[in-house]
């Protein structure tokens, strides 16, 4: 079962790559990620996608 599967968010494969190229880069904290990621989604009035967005983040942050 693939990430997204297991979140029930299979339009969130994206958001969890993002969560690892954050991780690996270093650019940015996992806060900063989530806070930057949520912001750009409110803006767009998807802010309903907050919670599995964040999960998919965190998942591809958490990744190994």
């Known amino acids: 079962m693939t990430i997204v599967e297991e979140l029930n ?4 494969a994206n958001i969890v790559m ?8 270093g650019y940015f904290t996992e806060e900063e990620a989530l806070n930057g990621m949520n ?4 803006k767009k009035g ?4 907050e919670e599995l967005n ?10 190994k």
């Open 9 to 12: 968010h299979p339009k969130g």
């Open 18 to 25: 993002a969560g690892v190229i954050v991780k690996e880069t």
């Open 39 to 42: 912001d750009m989604f409110r």
């Open 46 to 49: 998807k802010e309903q996608f």
């Open 54 to 63: 964040t999960k998919a983040l965190k998942a591809g942050f958490s990744f």
